[in-house]
């Protein structure tokens, strides 16, 4: 069975701090896709990040960075310096063979001015 | 990336209305999908529509209560049927090009 965790439910901290998401998934496939979706209050969904199972390389966009690790089977997000901006729901969701897109519950971030 | 856009953005219905989502895509796209976030929850796959064939449902829906129309390659509709209380959600389509999933902007259904 495919599944998606994002044990964190509710993050808050204060402007200018980092902030990691964390993101566990369970798959049986080789071959599987990895992202990330932020859901600010507005309501749509917003892709940030697409990562395949063959490239464990970090990636790095200003201040957002993502940490892929297979040995753990962990996609965790790192926002850096957040602002108020990056105040949404953050989820992240895992593609396999079903061609299905499965979502974990999703992160609410809070950041504090 | 493709550019998906629903109607209506949000709309207030009666129980035991019917309420009919259009989605339209700026490009041909084999797949679309139909999700329901409903209140502080996550997204759930409602079905998978192809041009051409019947929706595939997932489990705990069924094309009764959310029948799908499919008519070309760019637009897709789903019908909310006999609504509920409990059909107040998001309803969001989606589509799929090269492995990335792109989702409409999303439908707030309140039912009263």
């Known amino acids: 069975a495919q599944k998606v965790t994002q044990a964190q439910t509710e993050i808050s901290v204060v402007e200018k701090e980092d902030v990691t998401l964390d993101c566990v998934y369970e798959?049986?496939?080789?071959?599987?896709?990895l992202f990330w979706y932020k859901q600010p209050p507005s309501g749509e969904l917003v892709f940030l990040i697409r990562?395949?199972?063959?490239?464990?390389q970090n990636e790095i966009s200003g201040r957002y960075s993502w940490n892929f690790q297979k040995s753990t089977s962990s996609f965790n997000f790192t926002i850096t310096a957040s602002q108020v901006v990056d105040s949404a729901v953050y989820f992240c969701?895992?593609?396999?063979?079903?061609?299905?897109?499965?979502f974990g519950q999703g992160t609410t971030l809070q950041v504090k001015p | 990336s493709a550019v998906i856009s629903q109607k209506p953005s949000r709309d207030i219905c009666q129980r035991g209305t019917s309420l009919t989502i259009q989605c339209q895509v700026d490009?041909?796209?084999?797949?679309m999908f139909w999700y329901r976030q409903q209140p502080g929850q996550s997204l759930t796959l409602i079905a998978t529509?192809?041009?051409?064939?019947?929706?595939?449902?997932e489990s705990g829906f069924v094309i009764d209560k959310f029948p799908i129309s499919r008519p070309n390659l760019t637009f897709s509709t789903l019908t909310v049927s006999n609504m509920s209380p409990e059909d107040s959600s998001i309803y969001l389509c989606?589509?799929?090009?090269?492995?990335?999933?792109?989702f409409g902007p999303g439908t707030r259904l309140t039912v009263t």
């Open positions: 989606s589509v799929e090009e090269a492995y990335e999933q792109y």
């Open positions: 798959t049986r496939d080789t071959t599987y896709y």
């Open positions: 990562r395949n199972s063959f490239d464990e």
């Open positions: 969701a895992l593609h396999g063979n079903t061609g299905k897109l499965i």
């Open positions: 490009s041909q796209v084999t797949m």
């Open positions: 529509a192809n041009q051409g064939s019947e929706a595939t449902y």
